[in-house]
């Protein structure tokens, strides 16, 4: 029986490398131990049932050395990390897969277009569906379980029904040529690259003000009919009339926009707004160009006669009209790749080159007159129109521009050489337009700028200097 137990408590042989253990050793107990859960590896029920085996294995094969603990551990552990062990192949989760082809979905679309909740919430049934097809292999993973929440929060916030039409993860295979945010992703899909495309803002408003693709900033008298945009796609034209007797400055009265045909997406159409008269369909009596339910193009009214917006999905294009009191505004989001399509013939673009210089009215660097060096107006010329001080003026602009930036100084402008508050409205729309399409927001706001280009941290009196001094310029 001694012998016996000696076997069992200190085997000896070649499983030994220090040979029998010290007399001073105690003998572990003959009763077994209890069971200690084994260590189950990132959530994986495998390692328990593999550490068994092992147990059975060495039992039914005594002759074979018991593993040292760390060692045992350290399989456990590789097992774990792998998510497969001897004793069980578990399917793979595959939410790495599912987000990377919701960011493919979602990543070229435009927040701007009347298409985007309803191509956003597409791609969000497609994702939900995706993480339910893998929901069994990634039970217990947190990355799964935050997507699913995720999900859920995203289809509240977008009111997106549970059911509905979901995008394919394929984008060649959705293919839409009457779609320019589709038709552009499979470029950028076959030429490996992954940046959306390049967006151009153009702006007019005021006096008028006029902020080019480049976003220079000018203020202009180009009185008369002149080209806004002229390419390929698309052609703006506005007319300006003197806003007041005895001074250069004018302001927009028409807006003439012409979306040209485009293959089968659409015919083409005509819009045409005057003081007045802001209709919310074209010229031929339609709200919309091409077929089917998802239109080409179409005119949303915002608000009647006086804000309608325009949607071209053919060519990635937006546009926003309004009338602010008795004068129009344009502003317009345009893919740099389309703006620049146009022959040599057609260079007469004040969104793209800006006013030619013999129109201009401000020193060209975005700023309001910034010549210092000028005398200054008699203050009998600064208050001819009634109503407006330089003081009062600052003050009713900061009231609904508290950044005095260039669009604060337009305004000021504005109100001294008319005398409208109506231009306070228009310099806050435009601004408001310029958040809603500009795709940088580091530049929403310009500010003046010195000789130099580089931008003026100046006091407010030397805002106010320039100002009076553009306001002489425009009087004499």
């Known amino acids: 029986m001694m012998r016996k137990k000696r076997k069992r408590g200190a085997p000896l042989g070649p499983c030994s490398s220090h040979g029998p253990r010290p007399a001073t050793a105690p003998a572990p107990s003959p009763s077994p131990e209890p069971t200690r859960p084994a260590w189950t590896g990132m959530g994986l029920r495998a390692a328990p049932s593999c550490a068994a085996a092992a147990e059975v294995e060495q039992r039914r094969r005594p002759g074979l050395c018991p593993p040292p603990l760390e060692l045992l551990l350290l399989l456990l552990l590789s097992l774990g990390l792998l998510h497969a062990g001897d004793c069980q192949q578990p399917t793979q989760c595959r939410i790495q897969k599912c987000t990377t082809d919701f960011v493919s979905l979602t990543s070229h679309l435009n927040s701007a277009t009347d298409s985007f909740d309803s191509e956003f919430c597409k791609a969000l049934r497609a994702y939900a569906g995706c993480t339910q097809r893998t929901s069994k292999a990634c039970r217990g993973n947190l990355v799964y379980h935050s997507a699913v929440l995720g999900i859920s929060d995203l289809m509240s916030q977008r009111n997106c029904s549970k059911d509905g039409p979901t995008s394919s993860t394929n984008p060649e295979v959705t293919h839409d040529p009457c779609n320019y945010h589709s038709h552009a992703g499979v470029r950028e899909h076959r030429r490996g690259d992954q940046n959306p495309p390049n967006y151009l803002f153009c702006g007019l408003f005021g006096d008028p003000h006029l902020r080019t693709f480049k976003d220079h900033f000018q203020t202009c008298k180009v009185e008369g009919a002149w080209p806004l945009i002229d390419n390929n796609y698309l052609s703006v034209q506005v007319t300006n009339v003197p806003v007041v007797p005895g001074s250069s400055a004018t302001a927009t009265n028409k807006i003439t926009i012409i979306f040209k045909a485009h293959h089968e997406c659409t015919d083409q159409k005509v819009y045409q707004a005057v003081t007045d008269d802001l209709p919310a369909a074209f010229v031929d009596g339609t709200t919309s160009g091409g077929d089917g339910d998802a239109k080409s193009l179409r005119i949303v009214e915002?608000?009647?006669?006086?804000?309608?917006?325009?949607?071209?999905?053919?060519?990635?294009?937006?546009?926003?009209?309004?009338?602010?009191?008795?004068?129009?505004?344009?502003?317009?989001?345009?893919?740099?790749?389309?703006?620049?399509?146009?022959?040599?013939?057609?260079?007469?673009?004040?969104?793209?080159?800006?006013?030619?210089?013999?129109?201009?009215?401000?020193?060209?660097?975005?700023?309001?007159?910034?010549?210092?060096?000028?005398?200054l107006p008699h203050t009998s010329l600064v208050q001819a129109w009634p109503g407006y001080t330089l003081e009062t003026a600052n003050t009713q602009c900061h009231e609904k521009m508290p950044v005095k930036d260039i669009y604060f100084q337009s305004c000021v402008f504005d109100l001294l050489t008319t005398g409208d508050a109506n231009f306070t409205a228009a310099a806050h729309s435009a601004l408001e337009d310029v958040e809603a399409l500009h795709p940088r927001k580091e530049r929403w706001h310009i500010f003046p700028s010195s000789g130099n280009g580089t931008p003026r941290g100046g006091s407010d009196l030397s805002v106010s200097l320039g100002l009076m001094c553009l306001i002489l310029i425009v009087f004499l």
């Open 302 to 375: 915002r608000e009647s006669g006086h804000y309608v917006e325009m949607h071209a999905r053919y060519i990635g294009t937006t546009v926003f009209v309004r009338q602010v009191g008795r004068y129009l505004t344009l502003a317009i989001r345009m893919p740099e790749d389309l703006a620049m399509s146009y022959e040599e013939s057609q260079d007469l673009q004040l969104c793209m080159n800006g006013c030619p210089v013999s129109e201009r009215i401000d020193d060209g660097q975005g700023q309001v007159s910034a010549i210092l060096g000028h005398s």
